[in-house]
């Protein structure tokens, strides 16, 4: 029997979310996690959270968005963590069942111990809405000062996407990228062999014939691998090499492929819907896309146009 469990991600005007202390005599005793429980009998997701953060914690939800469902199999138990944003809420937050909480910075959650469970929340809450993706580029120089510029209106997920270049030139952009990049506090992903992810101290992001070819995953943890997927056979691949997210597309039609149809927002949410990691939607995207794709349990839109 699987347990199904509403989880709210309290956050307050600061940006940093609250955690609670688990009992120790409970299951998973002594870790840190996020308030919530079990839905009773013929209660939505909506519902229980609403009813478990006023009994548990002493606030009422005002304004809750879908962030992402993780099935899990601890061996002794099976839950489903079905997760929700809590955005704005009234009460004052206390332990009213006499547990520990703390309101921590969203860049410091893992420096607390979690439930194996949580830790695609955590990550989920560690990447940025936006995922900006870099278009073809001729001239070097040119390329990097409005690379540099990307970073400066705030993006802080970019992949560096140049396959027109070869590996010498490649190299000696990305080298750069990652400079600026680190100056910057943001996050790069190499589209590239992982070697030189490794290499530069940057992340790497799988295309679909490097992703369905590698048996484990490519980079250590603390390192970012995300993947493109197409469909349910690339995301179960991602899942088994233990990728940090993915991108999945294209959901709409693209300047780049302008007769292919995309597969759609309910297509999208039907594939993101169990899947246990943070999703990105390709293809089409564009700001005022975030909305619907948040609905659908997407972790924001991936694009090149609507931010390059």
């Not at 390709?282 to 390059?308: H, N, T, Y």
Request: proline share 6%; glycine share 8%.
């Amino acid at each position: 029997m699987t347990v199904h469990v509403a989880v709210g991600v309290v956050e307050d005007d600061q940006g940093r979310v609250l955690i609670t202390r688990r009992p120790d005599d409970a299951h998973q005793g002594g870790l840190w996690e996020f308030p919530g429980g079990k839905l009773e009998a013929d209660e939505t997701v909506e519902q229980a959270l609403r009813r478990e953060l006023l009994e548990e914690i002493g606030i009422e939800p005002t304004d809750m968005v879908p962030l992402i469902r993780v099935p899990h199999d601890y061996g002794d138990k099976r839950v489903l963590l079905d997760v929700w944003r809590v955005k704005r809420f009234s009460g004052e937050p206390s332990g009213l069942e006499q547990q520990p909480l703390r309101w921590v910075p969203q860049s410091a959650l893992g420096e607390y111990v979690f439930p194996v469970a949580n830790q695609p929340i955590t990550q989920a809450l560690q990447l940025p809405e936006r995922y900006l993706i870099t278009p073809s580029l001729s001239d070097a120089a040119t390329f990097l000062a409005a690379f540099e510029q990307r970073l400066e209106e705030g993006h802080r997920l970019v992949q560096l996407r140049a396959h027109e270049l070869d590996d010498a030139a490649y190299r000696t952009v990305a080298e750069r990228a990652a400079e600026l990049a680190r100056a910057a506090g943001a996050q790069l992903l190499v589209n590239a062999d992982p070697r030189l992810a490794w290499k530069l101290g940057v992340g790497v992001h799988l295309h679909h014939h490097r992703l369905m070819a590698l048996a484990a995953r490519p980079l250590p943890k603390g390192s970012l691998v995300a993947a493109s997927c197409h469909g349910a056979e690339e995301l179960a691949h991602a899942l088994r090499i233990d990728v940090d997210f993915v991108v999945l597309g294209p959901v709409s039609s693209t300047r780049s492929h302008p007769g292919e149809e995309g597969m759609g927002l309910d297509r999208f949410a039907r594939l993101v819907r169990d899947f246990p990691r943070p999703v990105y939607a390709l293809g089409g995207m564009s700001e005022s896309d975030l909305p619907a794709v948040s609905r659908a349990r997407g972790q924001g839109i991936a694009a090149i146009s609507a931010f390059w």
